[in-house]
């Protein structure tokens, strides 16, 4: 069983940076797809990026060219780099993970299996 545990939020001013991290314990499969998501209030959980066990990565339009989602494998920990932070990246961030025998490009919210607690991420105009 996949165990997560997001860190590295907080609150920032618009334009600043921050690095989350996410510390995956347990079985990872050889092919799988590690996503960050976010969810602000009253809105539906979105995926930010994707990456696979073979590096590719797929980003929302919203964040492409801000946010960078990375894996380190020796440490067990997935990242997001996000940069040039706007009011509207506020929200709460989860870590996630599923075994995958496609392209993780095609996988949603409701295709992850496996999840973190999530943590705080406020940036303020």
């Known amino acids: 069983q996949v165990r997560l545990v997001e860190s590295g939020g907080g609150s920032v001013q618009a334009g600043e940076s921050l690095r989350l991290s996410c510390r995956v314990s347990g079985f990872t499969p050889r092919l799988y797809c590690m996503a960050w998501f976010r969810q602000a209030p009253g809105k539906v959980r979105e995926r930010v990026a994707v990456i696979a066990d073979d590096g590719e990565t797929f980003s929302a339009d919203s964040v492409e060219g801000r946010f960078f989602i990375s894996r380190d494998s020796s440490k067990n920990t997935l990242d997001l780099e996000m940069n040039g932070l706007k009011p509207e990246d506020t929200a709460k961030y989860y870590c996630?993970?599923?075994?995958?025998?496609?392209?993780?490009?095609?996988?949603?919210?409701?295709?992850?299996?496996?999840w973190g607690q999530g943590t705080q991420v406020t940036v303020s105009a």
């Open positions: 996630a993970t599923r075994p995958r025998s496609t392209s993780c490009r095609v996988f949603g919210t409701p295709d992850f299996t496996a």
